[in-house]
């Protein structure tokens, strides 16, 4: 009895520990980068539905340039983009400084029937006079993205881009589907 005991006391903190407690929904660790990744659902829709109408959105997201389909996945380069904290309820005084400047990402969007995926990789804020922050060394600690940053205003930013790429790859459905 005492070495069930014993053995329960050793791995329940190892189990609880490797768990990953992320701060955030969408914004993951992948590959030692941080990345962005949300799927949405389009109910009972098919796949070459979603295609069209990625097709025709896409076009539309704002920032997004050198997007073209190859196969059942679109990618582009998000540039000159703009975290927009004060719809969410931030205040300019309050936020990460790194906010207040554009950032680029890789973006792709894949589907299939009844949903479909967008991922932003490769994201970097291009400040003045500190160059490029990449998103990876904000939100994480340390260059092996192991961890997340536990610094309180690090994760209302990472936040706050979370809630603007979601806004941004949200499509709104029409009858033309």
Same mark, same amino acid.
Request: with cysteine; net charge positive; aromatic share 14%.
């Given at each position: 009895?005492?070495?069930?005991?014993?053995?329960?006391?050793?791995?329940?903190?190892?189990?609880?520990?490797?768990?990953?407690?992320?701060?955030?929904?969408?914004?993951? #660790?992948?590959?030692?980068?941080?990345?962005?990744?949300?799927?949405? =659902?389009?109910? %009972?829709?098919?796949?070459?539905?979603? +295609? /069209?109408?990625?097709?025709?959105?896409?076009?539309?997201?704002?920032? #997004?340039?050198?997007?073209?389909?190859?196969?059942?996945?679109?990618? =582009?380069?998000? %540039?000159?983009?703009?975290?927009?904290? +004060? /719809?969410?309820?931030?205040?300019?005084g309050n936020t990460a400084a790194f906010l207040n400047h554009?950032?680029?990402?890789?973006?792709?969007?894949?589907?299939?029937?009844?949903?479909?995926?967008?991922?932003?990789?490769?994201?970097?804020?291009?400040?003045?006079?500190?160059?490029?922050?990449?998103?990876?060394?904000?939100?994480?600690?340390?260059?092996?993205?192991?961890?997340?940053?536990?610094?309180?205003?690090?994760?209302?930013?990472?936040?706050?881009?979370?809630?603007?790429?979601?806004?941004?790859?949200?499509?709104?459905?029409?009858?033309?589907?």
């Amino acid at each position: 009895m005492k070495n069930v005991f014993i053995i329960l006391i050793i791995i329940i903190p190892t189990v609880l520990y490797a768990q990953n407690n992320s701060p955030y929904r969408s914004l993951k #660790l992948d590959n030692n980068q941080v990345i962005y990744q949300q799927t949405f =659902g389009c109910d %009972s829709v098919y796949s070459e539905n979603i +295609k /069209k109408m990625l097709s025709t959105f896409v076009p539309t997201i704002r920032n #997004l340039k050198d997007y073209h389909l190859e196969g059942d996945v679109i990618t =582009g380069t998000l %540039s000159g983009s703009y975290v927009d904290y +004060k /719809k969410y309820g931030a205040k300019w005084g309050n936020t990460a400084a790194f906010l207040n400047h554009p950032f680029s990402a890789n973006v792709n969007f894949q589907w299939k029937d009844g949903k479909y995926r967008a991922t932003a990789t490769s994201i970097v804020f291009h400040t003045a006079g500190l160059g490029d922050m990449d998103a990876t060394n904000l939100f994480s600690k340390g260059r092996q993205a192991k961890d997340w940053n536990s610094n309180a205003i690090i994760i209302r930013a990472g936040e706050y881009l979370e809630q603007y790429l979601t806004d941004l790859f949200t499509a709104k459905q029409t009858e033309n589907w």
